[in-house]
């Protein structure tokens, strides 16, 4: 398995972070625009699509800042890898962004890329940003 490399996306987003903050930490939130459905049990999401799921382990959390999930399976290969949706409020303008961090193999760069921007569209769709 190839290494994966660590990037970041910023995303204007039109929405008070409170609200950004429950649609990226709540089940009932991520199960709006991330995935078909969230459940969450001992820290550890999982995550339903399509028939397929996927399992996350809570990092860590800071109300209305950021939250950070690792993957269980790059958990259980040793990566040290992770991806953390945080929010930025611009101290001059007031305008809200959300950053994505990452992490994704070389040759699955912009497939990665393009999916977080299509999630992200979905979120600003169902708050209406």
């Known amino acids: 398995m190839s290494e994966k490399i660590k990037y970041e996306l910023e995303f204007e987003v039109n929405s008070?972070?409170?609200?950004?903050?429950?649609?990226?930490?709540?089940p009932s939130g991520l199960s709006e625009w991330f995935a078909d459905d969230v459940n969450i049990?001992?820290?550890?999401?999982?995550?339903?699509?399509?028939?397929?799921?996927?399992?996350?382990k809570l990092i860590s959390k800071k109300k209305g800042e950021a939250i950070?999930?690792?993957?269980?399976?790059?958990?259980?290969e040793g990566l040290n890898t992770y991806f953390e949706l945080s929010i930025k409020v611009d101290d001059l303008t007031n305008?809200?962004?959300?950053?994505?961090?990452?992490?994704a193999e070389e040759d699955?760069?912009?497939e990665a890329k393009l999916l977080w921007t299509n999630q992200i569209n979905d979120l600003k769709k169902t708050i209406g940003s």
Not at 47 to 53: H, L, V
């Open 16 to 26: 008070s972070t409170t609200v950004l903050y429950n649609m990226m930490s709540t």
């Open 41 to 56: 049990k001992d820290d550890v999401y999982t995550f339903f699509w399509d028939g397929s799921t996927e399992e996350a």
């Open 68 to 76: 950070k999930f690792q993957w269980l399976e790059d958990f259980e």
């Open 95 to 103: 305008d809200v962004a959300v950053i994505v961090t990452d992490f």
């Open 108 to 110: 699955e760069m912009d």
